[in-house]
């Protein structure tokens, strides 16, 4: 006897192929009814035997689509409606939309094949697509995910692409940017002479200018990169010095894996990541020297090519490794409207290759490594963003603002939290206005009046997020201490609401609870319950205050106030910049000097002592240094640094640092054995307390925690331990994962 049954699917559900999909199965299973995308999800009506009703719900939770991410699926038995096939509706609107948008998707290996087969109608057309793969979140306008509300809705579709497109069997089934070279968009050259408008030439004659040393300016996915041949050391040093991007590492796109290959050394779990469907840049260590790419820097971040137009750029001759960076100056937002690509990249491209697809929002790169504990986002963007990273009370929505540093936007709607890709550095103009559109664009996408929002912000009462967050008429403000955000964040994806823990936050700056800046803080507790503060970094100050980040000499004299004799020896014996005896005078008169716990300060201060004597032209230059410096050393012993219960106590180890740096004890050397004094201090300290405090796990957040050599001295050092180590996966432990702990601890408050 036949049965009906509505089902409900949520996940990553739309715009993946998953109504064609639902389609297949229950013509298998001989079910009729229909499937349409709605504003939570995917609805179906099915109707048929109950033998074949449990196995077409078998199908549709155990065989998704490849880019598909089913997480639940509601089942309600109704009314037969009588229905003698099945069939694919228009999608349906109605509430608020809690759908979650998927990613952006590389070229999947169907459509390769499509590309470069001279028989295909699509052959070398760089807008092929299908529903396996090809733009998503930066072609979305609107939800539910149909092309009239896309960045593709002024393109009508020919009859081949329309035939396709209404096809359920077909690949491209309702893939929305569906198009070719008949009825689709393409690319053009500007600024190599006269204007060429075949994209099979334009695409040509870039290649060829890569291969000639140009830099060229190319339009992708989520915005514009800045490219040129990685192995001509003069086009790089010429990127470099039009960028105004002094040393900071410029990312690589690699022809194919066996070209990644020679470029850096890939690990199984590495060569994984790199090849996943959202292709994201991989942090290894690199193989050779390429000039000018990573200034003092051991390792290079590499990507393949995701779009058809980086395969196509490769066809067409152009350099087996290209520097691949954001097209911006440096900290500014990566450009991604044509117009602003022509006003503000004009004097450091020679060249544009240009696509007529809008981009709606601009999506950096994600940038990933495989770490001691797993792989790890450092920067989440491109092919995660906007995926949900983590479940959290389902109450009233919450929008968390994030930091000023790295900073993304969490929107939690419906309990699913979605984190925003990277924005950047709010203290620039341009990021700050960037901000606000991603602010903006979240809640209309998600058709969230800010008056019905929860607002979380950071405590520092200079943020400009925080300000905007206390303009914001919402129904409620929370602020929550930058420090707690961080461990909350590492709690929140892990879906461990209760679960006490003691939280490790490491960084360079944030606003604590006494006014201070923390950076080197012990919490114990949970979300449920709240995180208490329980120990911390002895206190150092720092000379000048801001300033003090941006000069490893400068900070590294608040370091030595509660050692004045050994401060002496440094000015004396040690050639420190004359920064170093500029900022002890404030020490000694106490004269503009603020309290701190930072750990990344501290990380300055070694990196001074041993030989960084220049300035940061980019965050966490000197401790990058110094960890790339340590690496160079075999393990020697650790510098000692005693935990008292309370304070985790610096001045025994840079006296160690100060009599091994005199006695002229190899650079490298001392920089392995800080490394491994303080993971040795941070073990004592995170054991005494998990052990006071009956804790089981320790969680490892704030972005002195994607040091690799510290990580792998605390995974040797916990190995002895009954203790889980937890840190970040999805979301990164630096300021990026800020707005997710905002986020996380004050839906726990929310009504």
């Known amino acids: 006897m036949k049965a009906a049954w509505r089902i409900r699917v949520r996940g990553v559900v739309q715009g993946v192929g998953f109504r064609p999909f639902v389609y297949r199965v229950a013509e298998r299973w001989g079910i009729t009814g229909w499937v349409l995308n709605g504003v939570e999800g995917v ?16 199908d549709l939770e155990q065989r998704p689509p490849a880019a598909a991410r089913v997480t639940s699926v509601e089942i309600q038995d109704v009314p037969l409606e009588g229905h003698d096939a099945f069939v694919i509706r228009a999608s349906a609107g109605g509430d608020r939309p809690t759908a979650r948008i998927p990613p952006d998707m590389a070229t999947c290996p169907a459509c ?29 306008e609107g939800l539910p995910y149909d092309r009239c509300r896309t960045t593709m809705r002024a393109w009508e579709m020919c009859p081949l692409c329309a035939a396709q497109y209404a096809d359920p069997r077909d690949r491209r089934f309702h893939a929305q940017p569906v198009a070719c070279p008949r009825c689709g968009p393409h690319y053009y050259l500007l600024g190599a002479g006269d204007p060429v ?34 192995e001509n050391a003069r086009a790089v040093a010429t990127l470099r010095q039009r960028k105004r991007r002094e040393d900071k590492p410029f990312a690589l796109m690699v022809r194919d894996v066996e070209t990644a290959r020679t470029v850096v050394e890939l690990s199984p779990e590495a060569e994984e990541l790199l090849t996943s469907p959202a292709r994201p840049i991989v942090l ?22 995701y779009t058809p137009l980086h395969h196509l750029l490769f066809h067409f001759g152009a350099p087996p490794v290209l520097v691949m960076t954001s097209a911006n100056r440096s900290s500014e937002p990566t450009v991604y409207e044509d117009d602003d690509a022509r006003r503000r990249l004009g004097d ?32 989440r963007g491109r092919g995660y963003a906007p995926l949900p990273v983590a479940s959290l009370p389902a109450g009233a929505p919450v929008l968390a603002l994030g930091a000023d540093l790295k900073n993304t936007v969490t929107l939690v709607v419906g309990g699913q939290a979605i984190t925003s890709q990277h924005i950047g550095d709010l203290e620039h103009y341009e990021a700050y206005q960037a901000f606000e559109r991603v602010v903006h664009d979240l809640l209309r996408m998600y058709e969230v009046p800010v008056e019905e929002t929860v607002v979380a912000f950071d405590l520092h009462p200079d943020y400009r997020s925080s300000a905007f967050a206390r303009s ?125 716990t930072s750990a990344g300060r501290l990380f300055d201060t070694v990196a001074a002592l041993v030989g960084f004597s220049g300035g940061i032209t980019f965050e966490g230059q000197a401790a990058i240094w110094l960890e790339h410096l340590a690496r160079g050393a075999a393990p020697a012993g650790a510098y000692p640094m005693p935990w008292d219960g309370r304070e985790l106590d610096f001045r025994p180890l840079l006296e160690a640092v100060v009599a091994d740096r005199l006695r002229g004890r190899d650079a490298a050397a001392i920089a392995r054995a800080f490394h491994r004094g303080l993971a040795e201090g941070i073990y004592r ?58 986020a996380a601890v004050a839906a726990t408050l929310a009504p």
């Open 43 to 58: 609805v179906i009506h099915a109707e048929g035997e109950p033998a074949a009703l449990e196995g077409f719900v078998t």
């Open 112 to 140: 390769l094949e499509e590309l470069f087969d001279p028989r295909d109608p699509r052959y070398l057309y760089p807008y092929i697509n299908c529903t396996d793969c090809g733009p998503r979140y930066t072609v979305i």
């Open 197 to 230: 408008r075949d994209d099979r030439e334009a695409i040509a004659r870039a290649a060829t200018l890569l291969k000639e040393g140009w830099i060229l300016a190319v339009k992708g996915l989520g915005g514009y990169h800045l490219a040129c041949d990685a």
């Open 284 to 305: 290894a260590p690199a193989r050779r020297e390429l000039p000018g790419v990573a200034p003092g820097n051991r390792d290079l971040g590499v990507m393949l090519p």
């Open 348 to 379: 450091i491209a020679d060249a544009f290759l240009m696509g007529e697809r809008p981009i709606a929002r601009y999506v950096d790169d994600s940038v990933t490594r495989v770490g001691p504990f797993g792989p790890m986002v450092i920067r």
């Open 472 to 596: 914001l008429p919402a129904r409620a403000h929370h602020g929550v201490q930058h420090h707690r955000a961080h461990v909350a964040a590492v709690l929140a994806e892990r879906g461990e609401m209760g679960r006490r823990v003691v939280g490790v936050a490491f960084d360079g700056t944030g606003y604590g609870d006494d006014g201070a800046i923390w950076g080197g803080e012990f919490f114990v507790g949970s979300l449920e319950e709240g995180l208490s503060r329980e120990g911390h970094l002895r206190y150092a100050v720092l000379p000048g205050g801001d300033a003090a980040a941006r000069f490893p000499a400068q900070a590294a004299a608040g370091f030595f106030v509660d050692l004045p004799d050994l401060a002496a020896e440094v000015r004396e014996r040690l050639a420190l910049p004359g920064r170093f005896a500029t900022a002890w005078k404030l020490v000694e008169k106490r004269v503009r000097v603020f309290p701190t």
């Open 685 to 742: 300290a995170a054991t005494a307390l998990a052990e006071a405090h009956g804790a089981d796990v320790v969680v490892l957040s704030g972005g002195v925690f994607q040091n690799q050599l510290l990580l792998e001295d605390l995974k040797d050092l916990f190995a002895g331990a009954a203790l889980e180590v937890w840190t970040g996966r999805d979301v990164p432990v630096n300021d990026g994962g800020i707005s997710l702990g905002q």
